[in-house]
Nanobody, 114 residues
């Protein structure tokens, strides 16, 4: 069973930065891709970024110039560095980890507001 724990969310002013972390733990981990989605109130969950075990990344067009995903394979941890944050980035951010199935974290709130 895989456990996913997200951290690093909170309140930030427009133009600010945050770094989200997501750690996967459990027995017999063999994680392929990890990444992030987000869901704002009243909206569908949307893809943000992913990274493979070989560190091949994919970023959504809406964030590709502002967000950067990275990964520490030894720690089964993925990071999302977010900069130049906008109010429209406000959402719950969900981490996932892929093995033979996709495991999800519980989500972490990011609020961008002055």
């Amino acid at each position: 069973q895989v456990q996913i724990v997200e951290s690093g969310g909170g309140l930030v002013r427009p133009g600010g930065s945050l770094r989200l972390s997501c750690a996967a733990s459990g027995s017999d981990l063999s994680i392929a891709a990890m990444g992030w989605y987000r869901q704002a109130p009243g909206k569908q969950r949307e893809f943000i970024a992913s990274i493979t075990s070989g560190r091949i990344t994919n970023h959504a067009y809406a964030v590709k110039d502002r967000f950067t995903i990275s990964r520490d394979n030894a720690k089964n941890t993925v990071y999302l560095q977010m900069s130049s944050l906008k109010p429209e980035d406000t959402a719950n951010y969900y981490c996932f980890a892929d093995q033979s199935f996709r495991a999800w974290g519980q989500g972490i709130q990011v609020t961008v507001s002055s």
